[in-house]
């Protein structure tokens, strides 16, 4: 009860931080969120609130953590698979200090993985959350916050088209991330695709159940997909209970994708 307490105090100050997702691109789009399915997710938001300065938002159903260029979405449910089994194998952060933010997840009984110089000569760390959510830390000494999203990992033997297809789908460019030369970025988030010497599963019910892309214009975004013929798995819909107008497909890979408008608002 006293952790509870303590953790109900962080939030409510926390309120007033209101952090946001990155300026859109000409397009109108910009990255919005992951989406987790975790046992337990009071858990989560503890950890989400402590370690990573977030803000809990709840609407109806929905249960997100604003975080500088992100939000996270969380479902208490039994995930099907581990992450690492799925293309999309892991998300990843900034972080001012990397060793202030090891000593503390450590003490809070949390486990820490291979720590190392990774493709852009920084410190890096993985980490792991309940129920294997799998995240890279890289420190920027740098950042004029704290903490701060900054890139999801793909891994397939198919990381190379599949890059072209986020490329050709979201209208982005592809930009090298250190030495990694298969990655592209949308406004507040870096997408790298690595390879891998074996399939990796689909995402839907691992996890990492899917990630989003928010839009200022949804509907147009969505008339585009249908002329390029991408096939919905939820075709555009207004939901006004939690103030979100959303779509999913799913990629050729198995990747499932949100799109969003509305996120920014949360």
């Known amino acids: 009860m006293i952790r509870l307490y303590a953790f109900l105090l962080v939030l409510t100050l926390a309120s007033?931080?209101?952090?946001?997702?990155?300026?859109?691109?000409?397009a109108g789009l910009t990255y919005g969120h992951v989406h987790l399915n975790v046992v337990d997710i009071d858990r989560h938001k503890e950890i989400w609130v402590e370690h990573f300065n977030g803000v809990v938002v709840e609407k109806g159903p929905l249960t997100a953590v604003r975080l500088p260029n992100m939000l996270v979405a969380l479902t208490e449910k039994e995930p099907t698979v581990a992450m690492q089994e799925t293309i999309m194998d892991h998300f990843g952060f900034?972080?001012?200090?990397?060793d202030t933010f090891l000593a503390k997840w450590r003490a809070d009984g949390l486990e820490v993985g291979?720590?190392?110089?990774?493709?852009?000569?920084?410190t890096n760390a993985y980490i792991m959350l309940p129920g294997n959510?799998?995240?890279?830390?890289?420190?920027?000494?740098?950042?004029?916050?704290?903490?701060?999203?900054?890139?999801?990992?793909?891994?397939?033997?198919?990381y190379e088209e599949m890059l072209a297809w986020y490329t050709d789908i979201f209208s982005l460019e592809v930009k090298p991330r250190g030495s990694i030369q298969t990655t592209t970025n949308a406004p507040g988030m870096n997408i790298s695709f690595g390879?891998?010497?074996?399939?990796?599963?689909?995402t839907r019910g691992a996890a990492l159940d899917h990630i989003g892309f928010e839009f200022d214009d949804l509907e147009a975004f969505c008339k585009e997909l249908e002329a390029k013929g991408i096939v919905f798995d939820v075709?555009?819909?207004?939901i006004p209970a939690i103030g979100l107008k959303i779509a999913f497909i799913t990629d050729p890979w198995g990747g499932y994708i949100e799109l969003t408008e509305g996120y920014d608002e949360f």
Not at 16 to 26: G, I, V, Y
Not at 94 to 98: D, F, I, S
Not at 134 to 144: I, R
């Open 195 to 202: 390879n891998s010497n074996s399939p990796r599963l689909p």
């Open 235 to 238: 075709p555009f819909r207004d």
């Open 114 to 122: 291979r720590v190392f110089i990774g493709a852009e000569g920084q």
């Open 133 to 158: 959510v799998y995240v890279e830390m890289q420190e920027d000494q740098g950042l004029s916050e704290e903490i701060t999203g900054y890139h999801i990992h793909f891994i397939s033997p198919d």
């Open 16 to 26: 007033s931080a209101q952090a946001q997702l990155a300026t859109p691109n000409p």
């Open 94 to 98: 900034k972080v001012r200090n990397m």
